[in-house]
């Protein structure tokens, strides 16, 4: 198989696209892993990840941390941005927000581990930190801390 026949199934890559309206709307594309023999582990950092207060529909900040261990799949990357850009207009509580991120992924990509972080920033004067993980790591691979620094204001 090609390189470009291996990735005839990309729909997002390489062109034009718009922020979905809505999580349930964005599409999530994965890729074969190309390297599916060996266990590694993925991160992406989201620091300016935002959404609604379901409630307020105030904006909501948060410093996004995934990290995974692909099995035969892998995230396409500009699909998991579009995704998470949909929140921007979506309205939940940051435990939907970040557990939700976390069962959407597992759906459509099945990895062997994940975790994901979220790190709020204060909403009524106290931050909100969620956190995430399903699956167990394989011998020898190496998770490293997620070391984003508790919320501590102006310092």
């Known amino acids: ?9 990309l729909t997002q890559l390489g062109g034009e696209t718009r922020l979905p309206e809505s999580p349930d709307e964005a599409v999530i594309e994965s890729v074969a892993n190309p390297q599916s023999d060996v266990d590694y582990m993925v991160r992406f950092t989201v620091p300016e990840f935002t959404s609604l207060c379901p409630i307020t529909g105030q904006p909501d900040f948060a410093h996004l941390v995934i ?5 035969a799949h892998l995230v396409e990357s500009k699909s998991l941005k579009l995704f998470l850009g949909s ?7 940051h435990e939907d927000c970040t557990v939700g991120i976390a069962t959407r992924l597992i759906r459509e990509i099945a990895p062997k581990w994940i975790r994901i972080g ?4 204060p909403r009524g004067g106290m931050p909100i930190d969620v956190f995430f993980a399903q699956g167990e790591i394989p011998k020898g691979v190496w998770v490293p801390e997620q070391k984003v620094d508790a919320y501590r204001g102006r310092g």
């Open 67 to 71: 990290d995974y261990i692909p099995d």
């Open 87 to 93: 929140f921007r207009n979506h309205g939940a509580f």
């Open 118 to 121: 979220g790190y709020w920033y």
């Open 1 to 9: 198989m090609t390189e470009k026949n291996k990735y005839q199934n």
